[in-house]
């Protein structure tokens, strides 16, 4: 599933859901996740199957999708279907440091989101696991 990113007064940031920002999250936020798209839009996906399942892991270790999602179990199935190389993998790398790279070769590191407001970083950060965890779903299939 793609989720896209659509600008809004300065108070305001949709990234296909509603996060409450003030202006200066928003210019922090803008630089950081826009930057991956052209024109300000565009996928909010990441670019390989690597990447999804190392950003999988970092999320459940960071507690950003919850116990009952399945997303080590997804993980563990999109490593499968990898041949078991994640090691050698640079998606799968990156992905596991918080860094989602998207398919135009830009990325974005999850754990600088939020113009310096934990709280943000942690709304932002748990919606773009959930992304990634249907995104994930999508490539096996579920």
């Known amino acids: 599933m793609k989720t896209r990113i659509v600008g809004m007064a300065a108070t305001c940031l949709a990234i296909t859901f509603s996060v409450a920002c003030n202006a200066q999250d928003l210019g922090s936020l803008g630089g950081k996740l826009g930057g991956m798209m ?6 909010m996906s990441s670019g390989s ?4 399942a190392g950003l999988l892991g970092y999320c459940v270790k960071n507690n ?3 116990g009952g999602s ?3 179990g997804i993980q563990n199935q999109l490593m499968g279907k990898m041949g078991g190389h994640s090691n050698s993998d640079s998606g799968y790398l990156s992905g596991s440091k918080g860094i989602l790279q998207s398919g135009n070769g830009k990325s974005v590191d999850l754990a600088n989101v939020g113009g310096g407001s934990s709280d943000m970083k942690s709304k932002i950060t748990s919606k773009v696991c959930d992304t990634i965890l249907k995104q ?3 490539f ?3």
Do not use: F, Q, R
Not at 49 to 52: A, E, H, S, T, W
């Open 38 to 43: 052209p024109g300000g839009g565009g996928s």
């Open 49 to 52: 199957m690597g990447n999804v």
């Open 64 to 66: 950003y999708l919850g």
């Open 70 to 72: 399945g997303a080590s």
């Open 136 to 138: 994930g779903k999508s």
């Open 140 to 142: 096996l299939g579920h």
